[in-house]
């Protein structure tokens, strides 16, 4: 089944908040099996999802309070069928240390036809962690069928089935 990896930079606040939004949505059109993800590029150490970030989703009824921030390895990036960064700078960062994820590597706003960065609220008012959770929200609804789409591919690919 096609796993999805979600990129930011601490993965304490933009990339939980989008891994807990998808998991959701798969959950709810009965999706089992599929894995989602989230990591970062430079995580300093292990700990929970940010307060805000644990709030503005719990406000959705999403629970991402045992999230645990990991560093990105070059083994999740392997194992993941499509990768999602909030920024460009995470993108372009995890192609060039790992060129074989070209292919597979993409910014979310990419999913839906941009390409803009989300904006990291780290630091700031919960009304700013409540912005970009909106803005994360919008753009996984709109690019979910283009999501399922290019990890389900790229599982196949992965997994040498054919169609």
């Not at 074989?100 to 630091?123: C, I, W």
Request: hydrophobic share 40%; charged share 25%; net charge negative.
């Amino acid at each position: 089944m096609p796993h999805i990896l979600f990129v930011c930079t601490a993965n304490i606040c933009r990339s939980p908040v989008a891994e807990g939004i998808l998991r959701q949505r798969l959950e709810s059109q009965f999706m089992d099996g599929w894995t989602v993800g989230s990591a970062g590029t430079w995580v300093e150490q292990e700990r929970g999802a940010s307060q805000n970030s644990v709030l503005v989703l719990e406000e959705r009824g999403i629970d991402i309070s045992d999230h645990v921030a990991r560093t990105v390895t070059g083994e999740m990036l392997r194992d993941a069928d499509l990768i999602l960064c909030m920024e460009t700078g995470h993108a372009e960062a995890l192609m060039a240390e790992f060129p074989e994820t070209r292919g597979k590597v993409y910014m979310l706003s990419q999913m839906v036809g941009r390409r803009h960065d989300v904006a990291d609220p780290y630091g700031l008012p919960l009304e700013d962690y409540q912005h970009m959770a909106a803005e994360v929200e919008q753009l996984i609804d709109e690019a979910l069928p283009r999501i399922r789409e290019l990890a389900s591919d790229n599982a196949r690919r992965r997994w040498g089935v054919r169609d």
